[in-house]
């Protein structure tokens, strides 16, 4: 039996949870219970009130994950029940969920006994549903488009019964149910990373306290399960606050003289700041009563406030995905040095992949939770050095991919109940495959996308314009949070050519040929290839200052940034010496407007590609030493004082330290060759890690002492090395181990 889905009868017009539940008899203990579960919006499910796992698993538009799990343990002989706690969601809540109009459940299980003997079950009408009414409204930042309702949870208990109706057996995998192939349109798919749940809980010691408040610092950023137990007196308000940091409000009068409040950001844990933000609000009940929210908050502390007398105390489980956990061969990186700001930096980036990765790369985890392509690209390759499981960047690039719409374009954000189009971030998408490619030689999967590449690139070519460059495409035309341009992130608002864009196009050509000829269509690569020339001699003719010796933002318009120049170097409409020269120039120039951290990881890759990383690297690298100073415990979003304090895609100091100060890369797909060329590094220095490769890694460490700079290598298998020291010739070996040395 497969198990229908199953439903309430009614349709409910608010968010509200439903408790689905089954009870059954069992004459003697099971061996194993072996269940498949998956519901609409979210679900927690229980075993005789035991958790055994959370879901689904974020999806896209066309599918459904199920989760499986083996909760054996839990059963025992005589009545016992299963009970899937579901939270429903309606309106514009939850954006990366898609829903149904009903709250809905499918459970299929097998429970097997020692003696062979096995039985089934399964959701059908015999289960029943109820209406919790002890939680009127449950929504908190990360789940809407817009500043949600305050989230409110009553403290008086009770269920309201539920009629439960058949809706229809799932079409599992790519099977359809019907004779003549009509099918429900969400295919229910098992889920594609493995489970992981929340970690230990642990109590949070409060900072300080008065009669009518509480406020606990959890001494670095962090998403989390939240439990909340308290007691205050009957129908008073607690209030529970979630800020990113401390941090301070100043009120000021714009040019019409009207009145704003602006927040304003120092040190993060300036005692002197304030605890404000999203929050929860739970209602006293005269005696201890405990909650613990059904999705997870992000916060560096918490502030709880009642206008009387109260008391509480403050669990958090750290929520994150596990990506040391599911390494494989040891396969997990890490970095140490006698440079503290480098050991800070690999810490922070740390933790900000990690409180940004969850079912999905997210953008933010306080507030839109979206994940969107340029994050994603950034945040895989960041996973990528952090673990060699590869489960996260192959469900990013799966998620994004099934949702490409009619025209060709890859979504900003996949999975959302909305469409977002940033045209550059269906190009970000195609460079990611190339980049998986490149860390696993996962030819199989790559080949499944070379049809959406290919359709991507079709519509970006439908932008040309009469010049041959790429013209107004008419969508969000984002390209870096620049403090000087237009609020949306663009030049001149986006509504213009923009040079970057053909650019960005030309370098999404290249990565594509080189997908499409590994993947075995030649024709396509050179295809790309031939459609990538046009496009440079038209960017020189018609994006160059021939007077400024630098590319124009905009063709026909001395506007300059670095972006242009990074985008010119990394799309190779100049190269050698010529590339070296435009970023000489572009970066002593006064007026140009900056790359910032969303931005920067390409910054980097171009000052290497030009061979002038080491001169100008400790520039860019500024940003993050002052958030650094600032003690910041995750990188923020932009420089100043952000919206966002945690953004996956600022973790590019993890990408450095691991590829250019332990100098590994991978020479050949999959790390079947492997470059390794540290840059030079001052005198006194002394630095060691970890690089994950394919079930195994790669330990290196470099040291400066009396001139000599010192390189040594242990690999968990023997590998094609090829070795490049500063100032010395290159070298390639075939070895599991390698020293050398060289004066610098």
């Given at each position: 039996?497969?198990?229908?889905?199953?439903?309430?009868?009614?349709?409910?017009?608010?968010?509200?949870?439903?408790?689905?539940?089954?009870?059954?008899?069992?004459?003697?203990?099971?061996?194993?219970?072996?269940?498949?579960?998956?519901?609409?919006?979210?679900?927690?499910?229980?075993?005789?009130?035991?958790?055994?796992?959370?879901?689904?698993?974020?999806?896209?538009?066309?599918?459904?994950?199920?989760?499986?799990?083996?909760?054996?343990?839990?059963?025992?002989?005589?009545?016992?029940?299963?009970?899937?706690?579901?939270?429903?969601?309606?309106?514009?809540?939850?954006?990366?969920?898609?829903?149904?109009?009903?709250?809905?459940?499918?459970?299929?299980?097998?429970?097997?006994?020692?003696?062979?003997?096995?039985?089934?079950?399964?959701?059908?009408?015999?289960?029943?549903?109820?209406?919790?009414?002890?939680?009127?409204?449950?929504?908190?930042?990360?789940?809407?488009?817009?500043?949600?309702?305050?989230?409110?949870?009553?403290?008086?208990?009770?269920?309201?019964?539920?009629?439960?109706?058949?809706?229809?057996?799932?079409?599992?995998?790519?099977?359809?149910?019907?004779?003549?192939?009509?099918?429900?349109?969400?295919?229910?798919?098992?889920?594609?990373?493995?489970?992981?749940?929340?970690?230990?809980?642990?109590?949070?010691?409060?900072?300080?306290?008065?009669?009518?408040?509480?406020?606990?610092?959890?001494?670095?950023?962090?998403?989390?399960?939240?439990?909340?137990?308290?007691?205050?007196?009957?129908?008073?308000?607690?209030?529970?606050?979630?800020?990113?940091?401390?941090?301070?409000?100043?009120?000021?009068?714009?040019?019409?003289?009207?009145?704003?409040?602006?927040?304003?950001?120092?040190?993060?844990?300036?005692?002197?700041?304030?605890?404000?933000?999203?929050?929860?609000?739970?209602?006293?009940?005269?005696?201890?009563?405990?909650?613990?929210?059904?999705?997870?908050?992000?916060?560096?502390?918490?502030?709880?406030?009642?206008?009387?007398?109260?008391?509480?105390?403050?669990?958090?489980?750290?929520?994150?995905?596990?990506?040391?956990?599911?390494?494989?061969?040891?396969?997990?990186?890490?970095?140490?040095?006698?440079?503290?700001?480098?050991?800070?930096?690999?810490?922070?980036?740390?933790?900000?992949?990690?409180?940004?990765?969850?079912?999905?790369?997210?953008?933010?985890?306080?507030?839109?939770?979206?994940?969107?392509?340029?994050?994603?690209?950034?945040?895989?390759?960041?996973?990528?050095?952090?673990?060699?499981?590869?489960?996260?960047?192959?469900?990013?690039?799966?998620?994004?991919?099934?949702?490409?719409?009619?025209?060709?374009?890859?979504?900003?954000?996949?999975?959302?109940?909305?469409?977002?189009?940033?045209?550059?971030?269906?190009?970000?998408?195609?460079?990611?495959?190339?980049?998986?490619?490149?860390?696993?030689?996962d030819v199989a999967f790559a080949k499944k996308y070379t049809g959406t590449i290919d359709k991507a690139l079709e519509c970006f070519n439908s932008f040309i314009d009469e010049r041959g460059i790429v013209g107004e495409t008419h969508?969000?035309?984002?390209?870096?949070?620049?403090?000087?341009?237009?609020?949306?992130?663009?030049?001149?608002?986006?509504?213009?050519?923009?040079?970057?864009?053909?650019?960005?196009?030309?370098?999404?050509?290249?990565?594509?040929?080189?997908?499409?000829?590994?993947?075995?269509?030649?024709?396509?690569?050179?295809?790309?290839?031939?459609?990538?020339?046009?496009?440079?001699?038209?960017?020189?003719?018609?994006?160059?200052?021939?007077?400024?010796?630098?590319?124009?933002?905009?063709?026909?318009?001395?506007?300059?940034?670095?972006?242009?120049?990074?985008?010119?170097?990394?799309?190779?409409?100049?190269?050698?010496?010529?590339?070296?020269?435009?970023?000489?120039?572009?970066?002593?120039?006064?007026?140009?407007?900056?790359?910032?951290?969303?931005?920067?990881?390409?910054?980097?890759?171009?000052?290497?590609?030009?061979?002038?990383?080491?001169?100008?690297?400790?520039?860019?690298?500024?940003?993050?030493?002052?958030?650094?100073?600032?003690?910041?415990?995750?990188?923020?979003?932009?420089?100043?004082?952000?919206?966002?304090?945690?953004?996956?895609?600022?973790?590019?100091?993890?990408?450095?330290?691991?590829?250019?100060?332990?100098?590994?890369?991978?020479?050949?797909?999959?790390?079947?060759?492997?470059?390794?060329?540290?840059?030079?590094?001052?005198?006194?220095?002394?630095?060691?890690?970890?690089?994950?490769?394919?079930?195994?890694?790669?330990?290196?460490?470099?040291?400066?002492?009396?001139?000599?700079?010192?390189?040594?290598?242990?690999?968990?298998?023997?590998?094609?090395?090829?070795?490049?020291?500063?100032?010395?010739?290159?070298?390639?070996?075939?070895?599991?181990?390698?020293?050398?040395?060289?004066?610098?």
């Amino acid at each position: 039996m497969n198990g229908y889905w199953i439903a309430t009868v009614q349709k409910p017009t608010e968010t509200a949870f439903y408790n689905f539940t089954k009870t059954f008899t069992l004459e003697k203990k099971a061996s194993s219970f072996v269940l498949n579960v998956s519901a609409d919006t979210r679900y927690k499910l229980y075993v005789n009130e035991n958790f055994v796992c959370e879901g689904p698993c974020q999806g896209g538009e066309d599918v459904q994950y199920f989760e499986s799990a083996d909760a054996a343990e839990f059963l025992h002989a005589g009545e016992n029940t299963v009970r899937i706690y579901v939270q429903h969601i309606v309106g514009e809540l939850f954006l990366t969920e898609y829903r149904r109009e009903q709250p809905a459940v499918w459970f299929k299980s097998t429970v097997k006994f020692e003696n062979g003997e096995e039985t089934e079950i399964v959701s059908d009408k015999t289960w029943l549903c109820a209406e919790d009414l002890g939680v009127k409204t449950h929504v908190c930042k990360g789940m809407h488009t817009t500043m949600p309702p305050n989230e409110t949870v009553f403290a008086e208990k009770g269920e309201k019964p539920l009629e439960v109706c058949v809706l229809y057996l799932p079409r599992l995998e790519t099977k359809c149910i019907d004779r003549y192939g009509a099918s429900e349109k969400y295919v229910l798919a098992p889920r594609p990373i493995p489970l992981f749940g929340a970690g230990e809980e642990k109590e949070l010691k409060p900072e300080r306290k008065g009669e009518n408040f509480f406020e606990f610092d959890a001494e670095e950023y962090t998403t989390a399960y939240v439990r909340v137990r308290f007691k205050a007196p009957k129908g008073s308000a607690v209030r529970v606050i979630y800020s990113e940091c401390r941090a301070f409000e100043e009120h000021y009068l714009d040019e019409d003289g009207d009145p704003h409040v602006r927040t304003v950001k120092k040190n993060r844990d300036d005692a002197e700041g304030a605890i404000f933000g999203a929050y929860d609000l739970l209602y006293g009940a005269g005696e201890t009563r405990e909650h613990t929210f059904f999705w997870f908050r992000s916060f560096r502390y918490i502030r709880v406030e009642c206008d009387e007398p109260f008391d509480v105390q403050i669990f958090a489980a750290r929520y994150v995905y596990p990506f040391t956990k599911f390494a494989c061969g040891e396969g997990v990186g890490n970095f140490a040095s006698n440079k503290k700001y480098l050991d800070d930096m690999w810490k922070i980036s740390i933790n900000t992949v990690e409180c940004c990765t969850h079912e999905t790369f997210v953008d933010c985890p306080y507030y839109e939770q979206g994940q969107y392509s340029m994050d994603g690209m950034l945040e895989s390759l960041f996973a990528l050095r952090l673990s060699n499981d590869t489960s996260m960047p192959k469900k990013f690039i799966e998620d994004l991919g099934r949702c490409q719409n009619a025209e060709g374009l890859v979504p900003a954000k996949a999975p959302c109940t909305f469409d977002q189009l940033i045209p550059t971030f269906a190009m970000f998408w195609v460079m990611t495959v190339r980049e998986y490619l490149r860390y696993t030689a996962d030819v199989a999967f790559a080949k499944k996308y070379t049809g959406t590449i290919d359709k991507a690139l079709e519509c970006f070519n439908s932008f040309i314009d009469e010049r041959g460059i790429v013209g107004e495409t008419h969508y969000w035309n984002f390209i870096d949070w620049v403090p000087e341009w237009s609020k949306n992130g663009s030049i001149d608002e986006g509504r213009t050519t923009l040079t970057v864009y053909s650019m960005m196009y030309a370098a999404a050509l290249s990565d594509a040929a080189e997908v499409c000829k590994i993947c075995g269509r030649p024709g396509l690569a050179e295809e790309y290839k031939t459609r990538r020339e046009a496009l440079i001699s038209a960017i020189n003719a018609h994006c160059y200052d021939v007077e400024k010796g630098m590319y124009t933002d905009v063709p026909g318009r001395r506007l300059f940034s670095q972006h242009t120049t990074i985008w010119a170097v990394l799309s190779g409409c100049v190269c050698g010496e010529a590339a070296k020269g435009l970023i000489e120039r572009t970066f002593s120039y006064n007026d140009v407007s900056l790359t910032t951290f969303s931005m920067n990881y390409f910054t980097f890759r171009a000052l290497e590609k030009a061979g002038v990383y080491e001169k100008y690297a400790p520039t860019v690298f500024e940003g993050w030493k002052k958030m650094v100073d600032m003690h910041c415990t995750t990188w923020c979003e932009n420089p100043d004082s952000p919206r966002s304090e945690c953004h996956g895609w600022s973790s590019t100091p993890m990408y450095e330290i691991s590829a250019m100060v332990l100098g590994v890369y991978p020479a050949a797909d999959g790390f079947a060759k492997v470059k390794i060329a540290p840059v030079s590094v001052p005198e006194g220095f002394r630095a060691s890690g970890r690089v994950p490769i394919p079930e195994g890694y790669i330990d290196v460490a470099v040291s400066r002492k009396g001139g000599k700079m010192s390189l040594s290598v242990s690999a968990s298998r023997e590998l094609e090395m090829e070795i490049v020291l500063p100032k010395s010739e290159r070298v390639e070996v075939r070895a599991a181990e390698y020293f050398a040395e060289a004066a610098v």
